[in-house]
Structures are given as structure tokens and as C-alpha cells.
């Protein structure tokens, strides 16, 4: 195949292209918040070790970078691991443990948002531990943490492109190998931000209307 | 199947990873002092009186934040030299930081301009302070300290985002790790010594922007007037 002009087929492929993104990061985003979940009720236990894991945790996934992780998951698992692994396993749980340490942050932020006072009152009328967390601190939390959880989907679909160089082909990947037999780089990647954006863009939108919305009557400038 | 970890292979390329930490800590901190200035602008144009001026910071806002640093720098790498402008590997990296970390910087700039209240810019200007005068010492300045924590935590995810910059073969961290590992096939070794250094250079980071952040600050604390804030 020699050089070819940039035609409808490769918008085609760029478009096929992303719903291995797209799939990236319904997987990474859900396994992040599973794992982000246990992480975060381990960060707030009251068992000093569970809470030094789970620092230590967020910790190293977040002062380093995601490539790096990427490259040492994919090393990691292609070297330990007898049968040979999709590209698309090894991309997903790296994503999805870098979006565990994430999501943590924004839960236990939200859960240190609710006053001590909660927690005292639940605890007075009896309840266990765990009622405490699920009747009264988690549903107030979710509302703090719902803007930026959204706002986290448009971090993990940007975390997606990196994958392209552990050659897993996706958005990113496709642009490349397009841009390569097309030799029309500008209009090819262009085209690929333009995907990205449209994705994210609407994300972020949503992320800051909820978030606008909830803080309705708290600000001082609108409530008073 | 047994696999012996031989860390001693990787640090025979110390000089390697060193030159990487320096480039990976010089491409940072220029690109932060940069993108400051980005945002500064940037904030500004976005309060600006004139409507083309804030559609443009938020269209660069929106477009930036809302694409993934990897594909601005093909665009800018591989895409510009089409239309003729050629940056190198280096050039092309350092844009790509600090127009991605700029966009950033403007949000994080702008929310500090806002905090500050109209009443003091009226207050500076009724004791003959002039608009520059103002502009300096009551809005851009006390906004830069309020906000001073915020940029001090995107330092670090720029110097940690550094690493993307390999893909265009910009040597610096990331790149050497993957010359290391193509000479010496130590990969897994490469990669957790690598990831160390990163993660010693984030708690270097942290604890050295705090304690710049004191010496600059230090004066407010030093103010007789400290009582009145």
C-alpha cells in the first residue's frame, strides 16, 4: 500500500477506533470505582495498617507516571504470567488500578467533607460502623462526590490514549497508523482531538453544572 | 519458571538516569515558570471586558483540557511541520507542556483573581495607587499566593506528564528507562528503579514547593500588619 490521500474510509477506521477507548474506559471506570470503594472504606477504617496501605497506595499510583505504570504492568505480566495476556487486559488493569487511586481521593475528600458531627450522631442513636457509612455518611457524600467522579471519566478517557505505546490500538494508536500511510499527520490527529473532544467536552459540561447545581444555596452569593 | 531480579545491570547506567532526572526536572520547571505566564494571561483575557478575548481563553481552555496531552504533541510534533513550522523534538515538547499545563494554570489563576474583591481594588485605587500599581500589588499578586498550593500540586502532575514527552524521543526519564531496557533486556528492573525515582522526585517536589512557598510568604507572616488580615 503506497502513500493514499486521507479519505471517508479512514474517518471510518478512526471512529471504529474508538470504541476500544471508549470500552478502555468503561472498564478502567468501573474497575477503578471497585477498587477505588474498597480502597477508600480501607483509607477510612479504623485499623492503622488498612489506613498506611491504602495511603501508601494512592500514594505510589499518583507520584508516578501512568506510562510508566503502564510499561512496567505491561513488562510485569508478559514476563509472570505463563499464557500470553491481550493487550487489552494489560491496558485495562493499569487503567483501572490508576483510576482506583483517583477515585479514592475524591471519596475519602468527600467523606472528610461531612461533619465529624454525623458521625458522632449516628454512632449515639446506635448504629453500627457500617449502618453509619451506609444510612447517613454515604448518601451525603455521593452528593459532594458526584461532580468530580464525573469529571474523573474525562481523566481516564485522556489516560486511554497512553496505551497507544504499549501498541495497544485504540484512538491514539489508529491516528498513528493512519497518519502513517496517509502522511497527512495535521488532519489525521486533528481529527482524532476533535473525537476526544467531543467525548470529553460534554463530560466536563455535566461535571460542572452538577456541580454548580449542588452548591446552589451554600454560596454565600447566591443563598444569602 | 524462576526469574532473577539483577538491579545491579540497571545502575551500571546511573549516568544514564541522571542525565534523565535533570532533563526530566529542567523540562518541568521551565515549563511550570512558562505556563504561569500562560495562565496569567490566560485568566486575564478570560476577565477581560473584551468578549472575543474571554471566548478565546475558553475555547483554549476547553480544547486543551478536553484532549489528551499525547495527541497535542503529534499535532504539534508531527502536524505543524505540514503547514511549515517546524519545532524539534524539544521545542515541540516544551509548547506541548506549556500550552497543556497552561490551560490548567489559567482555571487555577482565574479562581485566585476572583477571590480577590472588588472593595480592594477600589480600596487600592482611593489611596492613589495607580491601575498598574493595583493590578500588581492587590490583584495578580495576593491571587498568585492564594492559589499558590493548587499550581504547587500541578507542578507535580506536569513533572510526572514529562514522561509523555518521550513518544516525540525527547531523552529524558521515560526514554532512557527504554534505552536501558533495550541494551540490557532488564526490563521489570529498569521500570521499578524508574518509577522510584519518579515517585522520590514527587515527595522532592512536594516538600520543596512548600518550603518555597514560606520563604516567599515569609513577609506576610513578618508584616506588622498581620493582625489586620
Sequence with gaps: MGIRYFTFNDVLYLLDATKWTLLLSVIAFAGGGIVGALITLARISRIRALRWFAMSYVEVLQGTPLLMQLFLWFFLLTLFVPVKLPATLVAAMALTLNASSFVTEIWRGSIEAIPRTQWEAAASIGMSRFEQIKHIIAPQAVRIALAPTVGLLVIVIKGTSLTALIGFVELTRAGQLVSGVTFEPLRTFSFVAAIYLCLCWPLSAVSQRIERRLHVGRTPERGA | ?229
Excluded at chain 2, 549516568?15 to 526530566?24: D, F, I, S
Excluded at chain 2, 528507562?177 to 521499578?192: C, D, L, M, P
Excluded at chain 2, 515517585?199 to 489586620?228: C, D, E, N, P, V
Aim: with cysteine.
Design chain 2, 1 to 229: 519458571m524462576t526469574y532473577v531480579f539483577q538491579f545491579g545491570e540497571v545502575f551500571r547506567y546511573w549516568h544514564w538516569l541522571q542525565e534523565g532526572v535533570a532533563v526530566t526536572l529542567t523540562f518541568a520547571i521551565v515549563a511550570m515558570i512558562l505556563s504561569v505566564v500562560v495562565g496569567t494571561f490566560g485568566a486575564l483575557a478570560r476577565r477581560s471586558r473584551h468578549r472575543a478575548l474571554q471566548v478565546a481563553s475558553r475555547i483554549y481552555v476547553e480544547i486543551i483540557r478536553n484532549t489528551p496531552f499525547l495527541v497535542q504533541l503529534f499535532i504539534l510534533f508531527f502536524g505543524l511541520p505540514a503547514v511549515g513550522i517546524r519545532l524539534g523534538a524539544n521545542l515541540a515538547a516544551l509548547t506541548g507542556l506549556v500550552l497543556y499545563n497552561g490551560a490548567f494554570a489559567t482555571e487555577i489563576i482565574r479562581s485566585g483573581i476572583q477571590a480577590v474583591h472588588r472593595s480592594q481594588i477600589e480600596a487600592g485605587l482611593s489611596i492613589g495607587m495607580s491601575r498598574a500599581q493595583v493590578f500588581i500589588y492587590v490583584v495578580i499578586r495576593p491571587a498568585l499566593e492564594k492559589v499558590y498550593p493548587a499550581l504547587s500540586s500541578q507542578f507535580v502532575l506536569l513533572m510526572l506528564a514529562t514522561s509523555v514527552i518521550s513518544a516525540i524521543g525527547v531523552d529524558e526519564l521515560t526514554s532512557f528507562a527504554g534505552h536501558i531496557q533495550t541494551t540490557n533486556f532488564r526490563s521489570i528492573e529498569v521500570y521499578v528503579v524508574c518509577i522510584c525515582i519518579y515517585l522520590i522526585l514527587t515527595l522532592i517536589l512536594r516538600s520543596g514547593t512548600r518550603a518555597l512557598g514560606a520563604w516567599l510568604f515569609a513577609y506576610r507572616r513578618r508584616s506588622k500588619l498581620a493582625h489586620l488580615r
